[in-house]
């Protein structure tokens, strides 16, 4: 029986300048430094769900480029899939980030790695970093990558990873023009389900 994971959505922001900067939030909970993410609400589209969840956690506006990849873990017995959307920030809202939320810091690249709390996402933005601050050629094909430590063994890159096999924990890094892999599955339903009729 496939696991149905929790559905979760975030950004990489950028704040340009001569220097780019990278926003990181920390988490009133557990003063832990992480990427701006949040979990998805009833029937809201991922996409919608990283820009809402970045603006509330940074106090900034951001305009959303390409989709970066996924990232997934399990929370308790569950799974949890979280996509990501490279960002570039406009400016302040106006209003602070959510009670959640202790501070905003903007670093470098290097120093965003290093400041993450948890090795899966500073793997993540190690991988997908160059990419959002345009220092390297886009990815031809995903890639699945996984932290050294007790990580499971790596499966085979593919287009759209199946959830249920997805090594634990993982990362999925997309190509430049890449779908979401949650549009990618909700598109795939809804063919099955037209074929069936």
């Known amino acids: 029986m496939a696991r149905t994971p929790i559905m979760g ?22 003063d832990a430094w992480v990427l701006p993410k949040g979990k998805l609400k009833r029937k809201e589209a991922p996409i919608a769900a990283a820009e809402r969840e970045v ?44 009670d959640d939320i202790k501070a905003v810091q903007w ?13 899966l996402e500073q793997l993540f933005l190690r991988n997908v970093g160059p990419r959002v601050l345009g220092t ?9 990558a996984r932290p050294p430590v007790g990580a499971p063994p ?4 593919s287009s759209a990873p199946d959830v249920a096999r997805l090594p634990l924990p993982a990362i999925v890094v997309a190509g430049e023009g890449r779908r979401s892999f949650l549009q990618f599955l909700l598109d795939a339903f809804t063919f099955r389900r037209r074929s069936r009729a």
């Open 107 to 119: 670093l470098p690249l290097e120093a965003a790695i290093k400041q993450l709390e948890l090795p």
């Open 154 to 157: 790596a499966a085979a890159p």
């Open 55 to 98: 603006v509330e956690e940074t106090g900034y506006k951001v305009e959303i480029h390409d989709y970066l990849g996924a990232i997934s873990y399990k929370v308790g017995r569950k799974l949890k899939l979280v996509e990501f959307w490279r960002m570039q920030a406009l400016g302040k809202t106006g209003r602070k980030p959510t």
């Open 9 to 30: 959505a975030g950004g990489i922001v950028v704040r340009g300048g001569p220097r780019p900067l990278i926003a990181l939030v920390q988490r009133s909970k557990d």
């Open 136 to 144: 390297t050629a886009p990815v031809g094909a995903p890639s699945v």
